[in-house]
C-alpha cells in the first residue's frame, strides 16, 4: 500500500486543522492505521491509531481530547482531525499502516509527512 498525506500548513494556537491520508491499493480496509509525528530535534512519537474497521481508537496522553482519528474505507482514506492546537503540537505528521492488527514504530508502511506549524 502507497500512502500520501495532506492537510498541514500553518494555524495559530487553539486553531484546527484537519489531516488526510489516502492509501492505494484495493485492501485498505484490511489495515490499521495512525499517525505518528517528529518535532525538530526529537524522535518521532506515537499520536494516534484505528483499527481496520474503525471500532478501535487510541490516542497519546497528550493530544487525547483533542485530535479524533476516523477512516473512511469507501474512499481509502484516514483522517486527523485537530483541534485546540498547541505550539508543541507543531511537527511533521507521518501516516502509517499495517497489516497487524496495530501500528508501531516497525509497521511496514509509511507516508511522506505533512508539516504542521502552530504559531503562537
Known amino acids: 500500500v502507497q500512502l500520501q498525506a495532506s492537510g498541514g500548513g500553518l494555524v495559530q494556537a487553539g486553531g484546527s486543522l484537519r489531516l488526510s491520508c489516502a492509501a492505494s491499493?484495493?485492501?485498505?480496509?484490511?489495515?490499521?492505521m495512525g499517525w505518528f509525528r517528529q518535532a525538530p530535534g526529537k524522535e518521532r512519537e506515537f499520536v494516534a491509531s484505528?483499527?481496520?474497521?474503525?471500532?478501535?481508537?487510541y490516542y497519546a496522553d497528550s493530544v487525547k481530547g483533542r485530535f479524533t482519528i476516523s477512516r473512511d474505507n469507501a474512499k481509502n482514506t484516514v483522517y486527523l482531525q485537530m483541534n485546540s492546537l498547541k505550539p508543541e503540537d507543531t511537527a511533521v505528521y507521518y501516516c502509517?499502516?499495517?497489516?497487524?492488527?496495530?501500528?508501531?514504530?516497525?509497521?511496514?508502511?509509511w507516508g511522506q509527512g505533512t508539516l504542521v506549524t502552530v504559531s503562537s
Open positions: 502509517a499502516a499495517d497489516l497487524r492488527p496495530y501500528v508501531d514504530y516497525g509497521s511496514n508502511y
Open positions: 491499493g484495493r485492501t485498505f480496509s484490511s489495515y490499521a
Open positions: 484505528i483499527s481496520w474497521s474503525g471500532g478501535s481508537t
